[in-house]
């Protein structure tokens, strides 16, 4: 075995392959760019070093620097993870010219199915089923509508060098092949720098099965049985199963055969997966299954056949390549139970799913759930790398269970900071046609709307926001909690009006303190009362008129997260917020009703004041604080200056007792 390896990817997949290494006594160097200096990848490997700027192209794409960093720190062995240099060829070959052991299949056989169109041809030569249509090298735009018309319509383009669901046009109607031929071209084009297409005939109910293999390189191939993706958006897949729904033994023993022998066709060593698309129009059939192309690679999506098979596939990986044989003989693989596996990501599902970069300044995972993530609180997902923020893998004895259990796992994920597409996720893990097993590629897309906006926040949710902003839900370390809140009600009365965005619209919500533990909250018109039983600063115990509730409350900022009812609702204070125009008559002091820094004083002692003026301008927690008179007076003492940081209850300004006023 290795002594050391370095691991050319970052995030999850490196800190993935970082456990396993050490766990077997191997050490590993990981690469970082200087986006990712504090990265958990880095902090956890037994060595980091630099490999450039936060540009892929110039750091994990950069293959001098990467085989500059695996001799300087001795390592013996480089495993790519996935994406980046996984499967470049080149990128092998520079690995076995430095001497080292590429952790993966040779450099010819990523060759043989780099390119889906030979790919498909080198498949069908091996006798293995691959999808109808057209993958030769012609490519004028009448020859391949003639051939879109032979293969009938809908038809798929597919740029030949495309990934990760990008070069890809369905067509419907003859009419729009040549527009879409265009932009296929294009697409692949700029994404891949080759715009060759193949056309393919469109699944009518297409499953996507995909076959899990490993060999040795010599002449030995088998199979780990397979995954169903099926769930996807925009050919991207969003949650995965092993075993596949309505797998029959003989499908699977026909599957398992195909995938095995299009491994062995190539030579094909360390871990891959052949992909499948299944026309199930009529069921599973086991003559109705197609190579799609085959991924030489370890899979986003391997932790679901490790639960279900109890091996470690990143441990085979470093078995195989370090020259041991396969652990186990085809026979000795069994199935145990179900696995799913759900892509959490840092995404807007409302906003047709776009990426949300920040901080995260939450991230709270269940037990009860395997949770690969390569971030922790704290940390900010970038603009430059794919923002996965964790891969959510539950298992259980049937899939029933093993689904209830990723949605429970997934309803207690908790992510404050960002928006997730948890509740997107949450919302699958329900649908009637999913629970039962009936899945295909379409269903999200017909599910549409329906999975897609979160549900606007509970006025429980609301109410609980205000009160964190006011500073009312603070720690019981504290002995005597509500002091601090006697205090505040010094420099006036109790009624305060915050404004909160959540869901891209303005909510004012006006709190009016009824005694310490108690709150009228007016929204929308509508008074509530909230009673807190319990608070810590993050969890709360509270009775909403009469619904007596857990939640756990975030602020960092002017973000407000609150986690309740599986679902996490997110706020953010708005730029009015804190204007406290209520004061009412009383009260001879101001003080800070938080931390803050002193921005404005207008006023000096000696001065005459009215009611309602604006005399000192607070800003705490990034909102801006204006502290009025509570009444009619003569400021006596004055503190504070412009500039001063003030402690949460510190006196800001006195008035003159009101019978010298
Ligand atoms: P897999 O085939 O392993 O399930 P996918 O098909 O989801 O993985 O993605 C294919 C490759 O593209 C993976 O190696 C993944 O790292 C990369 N990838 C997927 N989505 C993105 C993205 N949004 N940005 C960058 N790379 C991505
Ligand atoms: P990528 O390299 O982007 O992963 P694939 O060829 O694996 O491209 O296809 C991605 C997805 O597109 C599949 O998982 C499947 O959902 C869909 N797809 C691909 N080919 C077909 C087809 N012929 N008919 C229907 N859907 C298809
Ligand atoms: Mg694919």
């Known amino acids: 075995?290795?002594?050391?390896?370095?691991?050319?990817?970052?995030?999850?997949?490196?800190?993935?392959?970082?456990?396993?290494?050490?766990?077997?006594?191997v050490a590993t160097?990981?690469?970082?760019?200087?986006?990712?200096?504090?990265?958990?990848?880095?902090?956890?490997?037994?060595?980091?070093?630099?490999?450039?700027?936060?540009?892929?192209?110039?750091?994990?794409?950069?293959v001098a620097a990467i085989i500059e960093a695996a001799k300087a720190s001795g390592a013996q062995a480089v495993h790519p993870g996935y994406g980046f240099l996984s499967e470049n060829p080149d990128f092998v070959e520079a690995v076995e010219a430095a001497g080292l052991v590429f952790i993966g299949p040779s450099a010819n056989a990523i060759r043989a199915m780099g390119l889906k169109d030979a790919a498909k041809a080198l498949m069908e030569k091996a006798g293995v089923p691959v999808v109808p249509g057209y993958h030769g090298k012609k490519q004028d735009d009448a020859f391949l509508a003639g051939e879109a018309a032979a293969i009938g319509f809908p038809v798929l383009i597919k740029a030949r060098a495309g990934g990760g669901g990008k070069g890809m046009r369905r067509v419907d109607d003859p009419a729009d092949f040549a527009a879409a031929l265009e932009s296929a071209r294009r697409e692949g084009e700029s994404a891949f720098g080759d715009g060759r297409v193949l056309v393919e005939k469109y699944m009518a109910k297409p499953r996507h099965i995909e076959?899990?293999?490993?060999?040795?390189?010599?002449?030995n191939v088998v199979h780990l049985f397979e995954r169903d993706c099926s769930l996807q958006r925009r050919h991207q897949k969003v949650i995965e199963e092993a075993p596949a729904p309505g797998m029959t033994a003989e499908m699977r023993a026909a599957m398992g055969q195909a995938a095995v022998r299009a491994a062995a066709a190539i030579g094909y060593s360390g871990a891959g997966t052949v992909e499948f698309?299944?026309?199930?129009?009529?069921?599973?059939?086991?003559?109705?299954?197609?190579?799609?192309?085959?991924?030489?690679?370890?899979?986003?999506?391997?932790?679901?056949?490790?639960?279900?098979?109890?091996?470690?596939?990143?441990?085979?990986?470093?078995?195989?390549?370090?020259?041991?044989?396969?652990?186990?003989?085809?026979?000795?693989?069994?199935?145990?139970?179900?696995?799913?596996?759900?892509?959490?990501?840092?995404?807007?599902?409302?906003?047709?799913?776009?990426?949300?970069?920040?901080?995260?300044?939450?991230?709270?995972?269940?037990?009860?759930?395997?949770?690969?993530?390569?971030v922790r609180a704290g940390d900010n997902i970038t603009p430059f790398y794919d923002p996965m923020i964790a891969k959510v893998i539950t298992h259980g004895r049937s899939r029933a269970e093993a689904l209830s259990r990723l949605e429970t796992a997934l309803e207690q994920c908790r992510v404050g900071g960002l928006t997730t597409n948890?509740?997107?996720?949450?919302r699958l893990c329900r649908h009637p046609?999913?629970?039962?097993?009936?899945?295909?590629?379409?269903?999200?897309?017909?599910?549409?709307?329906?999975?897609?906006?979160?549900?606007?926040?509970?006025?429980?949710?609301?109410?609980?926001?205000?009160?964190?902003?006011?500073?009312?839900?603070?720690?019981?370390?504290?002995?005597?909690?509500?002091g601090k809140i006697r205090g505040f009600r010094l420099w006036g009365a109790p009624v305060q009006t915050v404004f909160l965005d959540h869901g891209g619209a303005e909510h004012a919500l006006r709190v009016t303190m009824l005694a310490p533990d108690r709150f009228c909250?007016?929204?929308?018109?509508?008074?509530?009362?909230?009673?807190?039983?319990?608070?810590?600063?993050?969890?709360?115990?509270?009775?909403?008129?009469?619904?007596?509730?857990?939640?756990?409350?975030?602020?960092?900022?002017?973000?407000?997260?609150?986690?309740?009812?599986?679902?996490?609702?997110?706020?953010?204070?708005?730029?009015?917020?804190?204007?406290?125009?209520?004061?009412a008559s009383?009260?001879?002091?101001?003080?800070?009703?938080?931390?803050?820094?002193?921005?404005?004083?207008?006023?000096?002692?000696?001065?005459?004041?009215?009611?309602?003026?604006?005399?000192?301008?607070?800003?705490?927690?990034?909102?801006e604080l204006v502290l009025a008179a509570p009444r009619d007076g003569v400021v006596a003492t004055l503190p504070v200056a412009v500039g001063d940081q003030v402690a949460e209850g510190a006196l800001l300004l006195s008035l003159e007792p009101e019978e010298a006023a």
């Not at 075995?1 to 006594?25: Q, S, W």
């Not at 975030?554 to 609150?562: F, K, L, M, N, Y």
């Not at 604006?614 to 927690?621: G, W």
């Open 422 to 426: 948890a509740g997107f996720l949450v």
């Open 586 to 623: 009383g009260g001879d002091r101001l003080v800070a009703p938080m931390p803050g820094l002193v921005r404005i004083v207008s006023a000096a002692p000696g001065a005459r004041v009215a009611k309602g003026d604006a005399l000192v301008t607070m800003e705490a927690m990034k909102m």
């Open 211 to 219: 076959v899990q293999v490993f060999g040795d390189g010599h002449r």
């Open 521 to 583: 909250v007016e929204h929308n018109d509508i008074e509530t009362e909230l009673r807190v039983q319990s608070a810590d600063g993050r969890s709360v115990r509270a009775d909403f008129e009469g619904h007596v509730f857990s939640a756990t409350v975030h602020r960092e900022g002017r973000d407000i997260a609150v986690f309740f009812g599986g679902h996490g609702h997110a706020f953010a204070l708005a730029e009015e917020a804190g204007h406290h125009d209520e004061a």
């Open 277 to 374: 698309i299944a026309d199930v129009s009529e069921g599973l059939r086991q003559d109705r299954f197609y190579f799609m192309e085959m991924n030489t690679r370890l899979q986003v999506e391997h932790p679901v056949t490790e639960a279900i098979t109890g091996l470690d596939l990143v441990e085979w990986q470093l078995r195989v390549a370090a020259g041991e044989p396969l652990p186990k003989r085809q026979e000795e693989l069994t199935i145990d139970g179900w696995a799913f596996e759900a892509r959490l990501y840092a995404e807007n599902p409302a906003r047709d799913f776009l990426p949300a970069i920040g901080r995260l300044t939450v991230f709270d995972v269940p037990d009860g759930a395997r949770i690969d993530s390569g």
């Open 1 to 25: 075995m290795f002594r050391k390896i370095l691991i050319a990817n970052r995030g999850e997949i490196a800190c993935r392959v970082i456990r396993t290494a050490r766990r077997m006594g």
């Open 29 to 62: 160097v990981a690469v970082y760019s200087d986006a990712d200096r504090d990265a958990l990848h880095v902090e956890t490997a037994d060595e980091a070093i630099r490999i450039g700027p936060a540009e892929a192209a110039k750091s994990y794409l950069n």
């Open 433 to 482: 046609a999913f629970a039962v097993g009936d899945v295909d590629t379409g269903l999200i897309g017909r599910a549409g709307e329906t999975l897609l906006a979160d549900p606007q926040a509970p006025e429980e949710v609301f109410a609980l926001a205000a009160l964190s902003v006011l500073g009312f839900l603070k720690a019981a370390a504290d002995p005597d909690p509500w």
